[in-house]
């Protein structure tokens, strides 16, 4: 008898429930239709708005297209006598003497044969007796090579944006200085492509820090191949088919 009356006790809440739910409101499941199309509407805009770029990574090489030159000598024979003629810092013409080698006989003069800045190195180990005075030229324009590996490398195209943190210079706070590609070798360099980058604002950064000049830079280089949306890398390849 107690079960007969446990489940009539059940049948009765539950045909309550079903009276409450056959009550609400036609209004209401309206409202939750519409708020339910509303939101869905809202991510749809947002994944339309909200887009990332496929990126390459390469290894970046800038070279300063006004080479430095430099003069060398060894003082390896006792007899030997050569003096330098200008310092450290110091600014020369194309033409300037600035070593003279002193003999028995005669005086030999090394002349630089472009203008630029006077810098001493000294070499070491087995070149320790090594001089060598370097001209630096005022350097306005960089040569900038891109190497990028196979995969994806079919992606990559003229025009594209190329963003470039140098190892001398932390990325975190520098920043990275943007160029763009000018060309690309379609032949393979020991297992990489290679592309010409062009800088766009020269070393300022996007940070508007300006880097010091010096004959070469290194570092990583990020070719950006495309910007997508969210909805078009989840949706896109509907589209195509």
């Given amino acids: 008898m107690e ?36 939101v869905v509407i809202v991510i749809l805009i947002i994944a339309a708005n909200i887009s990332f770029p496929d990126i390459i990574i390469g290894e970046s090489q800038l070279q300063a297209k006004e080479k430095p030159r430099r003069v060398s ?11 330098p ?9 194309a033409g300037d003497s ?37 001209v630096v030229p005022d350097i306005k324009n ?22 470039i943190s140098l190892d001398e210079f932390s990325q975190n706070e520098f920043g990275f200085i943007v160029g763009k590609i000018v060309s690309v070798l379609p032949v393979k360099i020991e ?16 940070t508007g820090y300006k880097l010091e000049k010096q004959p070469t830079f290194v570092g990583k280089a990020e070719i950006i191949l495309d910007e997508k949306s969210i ?6 390849g509907l589209f195509d088919a």
């Fill in 231 to 236: 909805l078009n890398r989840i949706f896109g």
């Fill in 3 to 38: 079960t007969k009356d446990t489940n009539s006790e059940y049948e009765r809440v539950s045909d309550e429930i079903q009276d409450i739910i056959g009550q609400i409101p036609p209004w209401i499941v309206r409202w939750g239709i519409s708020a339910l199309f509303g």
């Fill in 73 to 83: 000598w060894f003082v390896s024979n006792p007899g030997d006598d050569y003096s």
């Fill in 85 to 93: 003629l200008v310092k450290e810092g110091q600014q020369v013409k």
């Fill in 142 to 163: 960089y040569e900038v090579l891109v190497k990028i590996p196979v995969k994806n490398s079919g992606k990559v195209k003229v025009g594209q944006e190329v963003k």
């Fill in 98 to 134: 600035l070593v003279v080698e002193k003999g028995s006989l005669k005086r030999t003069y090394f002349r630089s044969t472009i203008a630029g800045t006077v810098s001493f190195s000294q070499g070491y180990k087995e070149n320790a007796d090594k001089r060598t005075i370097w």
């Fill in 191 to 206: 297992g990489q492509y290679r592309v010409n980058v062009e800088l766009v604002n020269g070393l300022v950064t996007n």
